[in-house]
């Protein structure tokens, strides 16, 4: 971080509440960087999540207080316990900055009628099926026109956030935090990659890996199919998922039922880790703003065959394989040709690391954030 300025208001700091919840979709990595970066600055920050959000991201070690939400909070779950926390949490506080749709719903409820700034970051993009799909417009509708400035991850979140009536929309990439210590050589890191891939059952096989929630809202289905496709490979590689979910039991029963070369992982906290061991990594989502698979990937130098979706093109530019979504064949004839051609993942490698040098750092994502909040306290309500 560069050197710590001065608080901007004065000798009182300024008191920004991040509403985070669940930390999905990237969020919460994003929120524990910028809570970091702000106290850094002098500024008070609150961390609105859940217990089990505020253990894995470490809000408190950044130097935030925090709110604890009910785990399976939310205005539809436990209503009155979450509106009470969030009360408590924003007395006092100068502005409110909300993560995600629901997260920007709770906090246009809490702040109604009140002169307090809302800004509202979208990370991702929702599509769910039935009533909520058909609701979804109506309720992004209500936070785009109730937030004064509302953040988008990519360009066409932005717009999407323009066309439901945002005020003031803006494009605010988000960084994820680069490795303290990136891309170790010699034979430590030699035999740190052995080790990894000894624990995962890959000592003599290619290991491929990705890493994506096990829900309705990340597609498998073509990943595991192109895994059926590989096992007619001479080598036959390993596909290591990390990700946990609602949705694990019925992948597994697929896997054991095709005799698929596929190991779930559950939930991981050392992607970086798995990503230096892999041959490949894979991203097959349906959607995806900056996804934190593909940024760990570059900045690992790992070779990355990712769905041209999204902002996946726009974050990767060269640095990837891209391939359709949904085109299970296209994605494991891209792996496959990876696997067999040394010189070309070599490439990808350096090319990756090149591009990742090129995205805005956690400084700047910082430097962006205040300086909104900062015209905010200035300039007030328009």
């Given at each position: 971080?560069?050197?710590t ?10 008191h920004?509440?991040q509403l ?5 979709g ?6 524990r960087?910028?809570a ?20 894995r991201y ?22 009155l316990?979450?509106a ?13 900055h909300?993560?995600?749709?629901q ?15 809302l800004?509202?970051?979208?990370h ?11 609701m979804?417009p109506?309720l992004?509708r ?14 066409d979140?932005?717009d999407?956030?323009?066309?439901r009536?945002a ?18 050589g ?11 891939r000894?624990?995962?059952?890959a000592?003599d ?21 192109a895994a ?6 001479p ?14 039991a ?7 039922a ?8 559950g939930r991981?906290d050392?992607?970086p ?9 894979v ?6 703003a ?15 065959v990712?769905?041209a ?7 990767v ?22 696997l067999h ?5 070599a ?9 990742a ?12 954030v ?11 309500e328009?």
């Amino acid at each position: 971080m560069s050197s710590t300025p001065a608080p901007p208001h004065g000798p009182t700091a300024l008191h920004a509440v991040q509403l985070v919840g669940r930390g999905e979709g990237g969020s919460g990595v994003h929120v524990r960087s910028l809570a970091a970066g702000l106290v850094a600055r002098g500024i008070r920050v609150t961390v609105v999540a859940t217990p089990a959000a505020a253990e894995r991201y470490g809000f408190a070690a950044a130097g935030a207080l925090v709110a604890r939400l009910p785990e399976r909070g939310g205005l539809a779950t436990a209503p009155l316990c979450t509106a009470t926390t969030l009360r408590a949490a924003c007395a006092g506080a100068d502005l409110v900055h909300a993560h995600g749709l629901q997260c920007g719903l709770m906090a246009c409820s809490t702040i109604l009628g009140q002169r307090r700034p809302l800004v509202v970051t979208w990370h991702t993009r929702s599509d769910p099926d039935g009533v909520r799909g058909r609701m979804m417009p109506l309720l992004e509708r209500r936070v785009s026109r109730t937030a004064r400035v509302v953040l988008g991850a990519t360009t066409d979140l932005v717009d999407g956030a323009r066309r439901r009536g945002a005020r003031d929309a803006r494009l605010a990439p988000i960084a994820v935090p680069a490795p303290r210590h990136p891309h170790p050589g010699g034979d430590g890191a030699a035999l740190r990659k052995q080790q990894v891939r000894a624990e995962l059952g890959a000592q003599d096989r290619p290991l491929v890996l990705t890493a994506a929630p096990l829900d309705a809202s990340t597609t498998h289905e073509p990943l595991l199919e192109a895994a059926r496709m590989w096992q007619a490979l001479p080598e036959q590689p390993l596909l290591a998922v990390a990700g946990e979910g609602p949705a694990r039991a019925k992948l597994q029963r697929r896997i054991d039922a095709e005799k698929l070369p596929v190991r779930l992982l559950g939930r991981r906290d050392d992607l970086p880790r798995l990503l230096a061991a892999a041959d490949v990594a894979v991203l097959s989502s349906p959607w995806e703003a900056r996804p934190v698979l593909a940024q760990e990937a570059l900045h690992a130098g790992a070779p990355l065959v990712a769905t041209a979706v999204g902002g996946v093109p726009e974050l990767v530019g060269d640095a990837a394989e891209l391939v359709p979504y949904g085109d299970a064949r296209a994605l494991a004839d891209a792996v496959a040709a990876l696997l067999h051609d040394p010189a070309r993942r070599a490439a990808l490698a350096a090319a990756g690391r090149a591009q990742a040098g090129t995205w805005p750092t956690e400084d700047d994502t910082v430097t962006q954030v205040l300086s909104i909040y900062d015209e905010l306290m200035t300039y007030g309500e328009v």
